[in-house]
C-alpha cells in the first residue's frame, strides 16, 4: 500500500510496460552543495534555545501543506519559529532538540527523497519528476549544518519523549500534536506556553544580520511602492488589484512574496482596516491608502503604508487629515529610544491624533479626558495601536509575555512598526460630510538605536509635501519592470 501512489482521476493509466519502460534508463547526476552563509545564526539561536530548557526534550515543526481546493495547495511557508531555528523551508520537517548531558542534540526530521528509486518518482505528486530535485538527507545536512534524519524516524523518537520533560510547539503539524497527546493527553497548556513564548522573547532584540535581511526587504518594498506609483494615473481610473500586482510582480521578483495580503484601499476602501479584497478602483481627488510589504529570501518581512492623493494633490482638507497623521508619527519616533515604555509610544502618537481630531471639531469631550483611561473615545477614529515588533512574522514575537511587549520597555536591537491613522467611515453621522470616507496610515519601519531610533524605510517620502513631489517625479519617470 505504501508504494501505490496516487493517481488523480484525469491522469492517464499505466500500462505494465510503460511502469516498466520508466523504472530504468535515469541518470544521477550529483548536486552540488554547500553550507547556506547563514547556518551559524540558526545554531547560535539554537544554543540559546538549549539554555532555556535544560534535560527536556522540544520539539518545533515546520507545519504541514494547507488544501486550497481539492488537490491543489496554498504555496508553503514554513512556520516562522521552526524557520528561525532551522533555515529549512520544507513542509512535514520537524526540529528535535534532545537532551544530552551537555545540552541538546539537535536533528532535523525531514522528508526523504522521492528519488529514482521507487515508482514514486514518476507516479507520485510529490515525486521528483513532478516537483523538481529535492535533497538528500545528507545534501540537507550538509547545507543547513544541522544532523538530518528520515521522517519516518520520529514517531519512536516521539513515543519515547519522557513525559513532563517533552515540550511541543503545537498548532503546526497535526500528526505531532496528534503524537504527543497520545501519550501525555493531560499535558498542561503553561508549559507548552512557555516554549511559544521563549522563542518569541528571543527574537525581540534583531542582530545585524537580522537588521540587515529587513533593511533589503524594506529597499525592495520601496522599489515597489515607486513601481505602483508609476503606473498609477492622476486623471482616470485603475483597479486596485492592478496596483495590488504590480507590488506583487516586485515582491516575487525581488524578495520570496509579499510578506501579509496586500492592502490598496481607495477613497472610503481606506478606512477599512484590513481591505484586502481590492476590488475597487482609483478615483481622481481621493485618497488612495496601500499597506504593503516585501518579504525577502530569508522571509524578513517590510510593513510599509503610504497615503497619497490619487490626481497628485491634497485638498485641503485632506492635507490637514495626512498632517496630523503624520505629525503623530513623528511624534512617536522622536521618542523611541531604549528604556522607554511601549505604551508610552502608544499614548504619545495618540495624544497627537486626539488633539489633531479636537481641531477638526469632532471629539464630544476635552483631549484630556478622550485619553483618560476610562473613556478613549478618539479611538472611534484611530482603531488600532501605534505599530507593533516586526521580523520574520509582520506582526513579530506575538507570543511574547505581555511584560516585555506590549507593558514592557523598548531596548536597542528591536525593529517596529511606526503607524498611526485616522479613519472616517463613510457611514459616519458624526463626522462632517466631506471628511467620510478618509482614511490616512503613514507606516515606516524603525531600528530602536543606542538613543534613539533609525528609520529603515526613509527611502519613501512622508510629509505631504514630499509626498506629492514624489508622486510628480514618479511619474514622470514613467512605468518600469523589475529587473
Ligand atoms: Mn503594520
Redo the contacts with the bound molecule.
Keep these: 500500500m505504501a508504494e501505490q501512489a496516487k493517481t488523480e482521476s484525469h491522469d492517464p493509466d499505466f500500462p505494465e510496460a510503460f511502469l516498466q519502460f520508466m523504472r530504468s534508463g535515469w541518470r544521477e547526476d550529483p548536486l552540488a552543495v554547500t553550507p547556506l552563509p547563514e547556518v551559524p545564526n540558526y545554531a547560535k539561536r539554537r544554543a540559546v534555545l538549549s539554555e532555556a530548557f535544560p534535560g527536556e526534550t522540544l520539539i518545533i515543526p515546520s507545519g504541514n501543506e494547507k488544501v486550497r481546493a481539492n488537490d491543489t495547495d496554498y504555496p508553503f511557508r514554513p512556520g516562522s519559529d521552526f524557520f528561525y531555528l532551522t533555515g529549512d523551508r520544507d513542509p512535514d520537517s520537524v526540529l528535535v532538540l534532545l537532551p544530552t548531558g551537555a545540552g541538546h542534540d539537535a536533528v532535523l526530521f525531514t522528508r526523504e527523497r522521492n528519488s529514482k528509486e521507487t515508482d514514486r518518482f514518476f507516479r507520485d505528486r510529490n515525486g521528483e519528476l513532478w516537483i523538481g530535485r529535492t535533497h538528500t538527507l545528507g545534501e540537507k545536512s550538509a547545507e543547513l549544518g544541522l544532523e538530518t534524519a528520515s521522517l519516518g524516524a520520529l514517531g519512536p523518537v516521539l513515543a519515547g519523549s519522557a513525559p513532563g520533560r517533552t515540550r511541543v510547539l503545537r498548532g503546526f503539524d497535526v500528526n505531532v500534536d496528534r503524537a504527543v497527546l497520545a501519550y501525555e493527553p493531560d499535558r498542561s497548556a503553561p508549559r507548552e506556553r512557555e516554549l511559544a513564548w521563549v522563542i518569541s522573547e528571543m527574537k525581540l532584540v534583531k542582530d545585524e544580520w537580522e537588521i540587515a535581511q529587513l533593511q533589503a526587504a524594506i529597499d525592495a518594498t520601496v522599489r515597489g511602492f515607486e513601481d505602483v506609483a508609476r503606473v498609477l494615473p492622476a486623471d482616470r481610473s485603475v483597479k486596485e488589484r492592478l496596483l495590488e500586482g504590480v507590488f506583487g510582480l516586485r515582491a516575487r521578483h525581488d524578495g520570496n512574496d509579499v510578506g501579509y495580503s496586500s492592502i490598496v484601499g481607495s477613497g472610503p476602501h481606506a478606512t477599512i482596516l484590513h481591505w484586502v479584497r481590492n476590488t475597487g478602483v482609483t478615483t481622481p481627488g481621493e485618497l488612495l491608502l496601500m499597506?504593503m510589504g516585501v518579504e525577502g529570501d530569508n522571509l524578513y518581512t517590510a510593513?510599509v503604508?503610504r497615503t497619497v492623493p490619487v490626481n497628485g494633490t491634497f485638498t485641503p482638507l485632506q492635507r490637514q487629515v495626512y498632517d496630523i497623521v503624520h505629525a503623530s508619527q513623528q511624534a512617536g519616533m522622536d521618542a523611541i529610544r531604549p528604556g522607554v515604555k511601549f505604551k508610552d509610544i502608544h499614548r504619545t502618537c495618540m495624544h497627537v491624533l486626539a488633539e489633531g481630531l479636537h481641531d477638526l471639531g469632532l471629539l464630544p469631550v476635552s483631549v484630556d479626558e478622550a485619553m483618560s483611561e476610562n473613556s478613549t473615545v478618539y479611538r472611534r477614529w484611530t482603531l488600532h495601536g501605534f505599530?507593533?515588533m516586526?521580523g520574520i512574522d509582520?506582526?513579530d514575537c506575538s507570543n511574547a509575555r505581555g511584560q516585555n511587549y506590549r507593558d514592557g520597555e523598548l531596548k536597542e536591537g528591536y525593529v517596529l512598526?511606526v503607524?498611526p491613522g485616522l479613519y472616517f467611515q463613510p457611514e459616519d453621522d458624526l463626522v462632517p460630510a466631506e471628511l467620510r470616507g478618509v482614511g490616512v496610515r503613514i507606516?515606516d519601519d524603525v531600528v530602536v538605536t543606542a538613543d534613539g531610533c533609525r528609520n529603515l524605510s526613509d527611502g519613501l517620502p512622508r510629509t505631504s509635501a514630499e509626498v506629492e513631489t514624489w508622486l510628480a517625479a514618479q511619474r514622470e519617470a514613467g512605468p518600469r519592470l523589475p529587473g
Excluded: P, Q, R
Design positions: 499597506d510593513d503604508t505599530g507593533h516586526l509582520v506582526h512598526t503607524e507606516e
